[in-house]
């Protein structure tokens, strides 16, 4: 098929929904494909991804995390583990070339590769990944136990919404402790994902096989690590269900397109870009329902803007784009969008504001320093951290290249596009804005993925609702061996610093058992599994952040002595504080080892406790502060 020009605009108003509404772009066909599937075909796919799930699962318990190394998981999987993942890849392409749809069929199929590959860390390790895990469990005990927020603590007590919650279901569950929930988070918020995953990308493609396949490649390039137990899980979540409402819903322009010259220009261009856009909007829900729908999105927002304070401003953009091409008929919605992070920022976080507006709009406007600067100081660390940054770099950009090939296929086909395109490239925006602590790519490529997926499968399927055929079966079969396993190195890759041992989780409660309160905390370099309880009780120091310092001197005893002068302190190293500066060249090789080896024999040190994977010391401060 080739592309399709739009030589006039239908004159339409922002509430009217009469007319033809295409099935592309707007709902896809109800038609789930010819002929019948048997049901042997239904039962035999189904027993394969058992399969793969026991074998997957089976793999990933016989790991043993002491074994790890700067490449992280890729190296220790048994070959069962890639099996079972070639059978669940293989079986969800074969699922989707049955004669006759089955969304049951593809909805097991997809959970199997969740766990397969988002479900590593809780398997392996049972315990919370990464040591913010850590921290947020004891910011939501702090505020359940205190019952009252101190903006002064620190930035998160200025955006609660995330930790209320998690405290509040603490309190009416009667479960304080929630570290097994935080273990299992990365399976629990990809599963929570699948819902608006899916429902956007209905929106987005053509039909329901190309919608599934779009959802199953987000998964197999999910990568980045954010769905732990984090106001940035949850915010994520907010956005996709308050992206998927607008675009199934509140569709259409929102204002009249012979209105003027700009109005009818714009409508046009966007015509003769997608003519799979309906020019009229989709048949909307009643009065009465869109009025609980419209409280609904606008709840969603303020739930954001109260939880993160990145993804609120993430929206802006989206909803703007989406205005702009006929797709959001709300105009309010983007007005509102803004007014609330801003009005949050200057009010609500006043506190926060106040003391970091340098560190707030200090880089405002410098590109290079916010993309590239934050990019150049990743691309850096040991050889075994480079092979997975580089994997990442390359994931990312073949993940792109799909993308604008998609849409060039889009074009071209007369196929659903635009939208996709513009919620891909809209989160760019933020770029000028500030680098978001060195990780500001990193979330504009999670904001931009569930869009750049539906571009990307389009190469590799038909745009009728029938399966992708042989050959673009195989190349799809193909892509997501490709993928999944460099999703392995580019998520697991630095699996010896994000993981924890129990050993180190005993260290810490020892620590906490022995400090009395209000003493002070030192840990070496900053990544320990620490602040699940006595968030506010100490105060917690570090020796060396988490970052590349290239021309970083060896550590000294004066370090630690200068901060335990006046009254003494508690000092922690564990292992996977020397992974991480080994991997991120935090300090020069080897030189936390000997700090401790030199340091620990040092008048004034006394060792506290000691297991094989840490050790603590108190050091006297009196001694040392003559």
Known sequence: MTHKSVDTVPIVTGRSLAGSVSDRGGKPPSDSGPGTTPAWQIGALAAVA????????????????????????????????????????????????????????????VLVTVVLLHGADPIIHGLPRLEASYRHLGIADH?????????????????????????????ASGVRDLMAVAAWAPIGVNLILLAPLLALATQLTAHRRQAWAAVWLFYLTSWVGQDYLAPQAYAFILLLVLVACILSTFTGWAWRTDRNRFSTGLARIVGKLDTAIPQGGLPGPSKQDSA??????????????????????????????????????????????????????????????????????????????????????????SDAHMFVVYTRLAEVAVLWILAVVGAVVGWRRGTPWLTAAVGALASLVLIPIQPYGGELLLRI??????????????????????????????????????????????????????SFTPNEIALVNHLYETAPAG?????????????????????????????????????????????????????IVTESQMHAA?????????DLQNFVATCGNSPGWVTVFKNEDGVIFHIEGVRNGN
């Open 445 to 498: 490529f999670l904001f931009s993925l569930p869009f750049a997926v539906c571009l990307a499968v389009l190469p590799l399927m038909s745009d009728k609702p029938t399966g992708p055929g042989l050959r673009r079966g195989i190349a799809l079969f193909l892509l997501g061996a490709v993928l999944a396993t460099t999703t392995i190195v580019s998520r697991y890759g630095n699996e010896v610093m994000e």
């Open 50 to 109: 058992a399969v793969a799930l026991i074998l997957g699962i089976w793999g990933l318990a016989s790991v043993d995390p002491l074994q790890f190394g700067g490449s992280g998981l890729i190296l220790e999987l048994p070959p069962i583990y890639f099996v079972a993942l070639a059978l669940s890849l293989a079986g969800f392409v074969a699922s989707l070339s049955l004669p006759r749809f089955n969304a049951a069929l593809q909805t097991w199929q």
């Open 582 to 590: 080994e991997l991120f060249g935090a300090t020069p090789a080897g």
């Open 292 to 381: 609980v729908l419209v409280v609904v999105c606008a709840v969603l927002l303020v739930a954001m803007t109260a939880s993160h304070q990145l993804t609120p401003f993430a929206v802006i953009p989206l909803l703007a784009a989406f205005l702009l091409t006929g797709r959001l008929r709300l105009r309010f919605l983007p007005v509102l969008a803004v007014v609330l992070p801003v009005g949050w920022l200057v009010f609500a976080a006043y506190a926060y504001l106040a003391g970091h507006y340098d560190k707030l709009f200090g880089s405002f406007g410098d590109i290079g320093a916010n993309a590239f600067g934050s990019l150049s100081s990743r691309v850096s660390g």
């Open 143 to 171: 505020i359940a136990q205190s019952g009252r927020l101190d903006p002064t603590l620190d930035a998160y007590f200025n955006w609660p919404g995330f930790f209320d919650l998690l405290g509040m279901l603490a309190g």
């Open 519 to 571: 003493s002070v905390l030192i840990e070496g370099v900053r990544n320990t599994p620490w602040k699940f309880q006595h968030y506010a009780g100490y105060d917690y120091r570090a020796l060396v952040p988490v970052a590349p310092r290239p021309d970083a001197s060896p550590l000294t005893c004066d370090a630690a002595n200068k901060i335990a002068a006046r009254s003494g302190a508690y000092l």
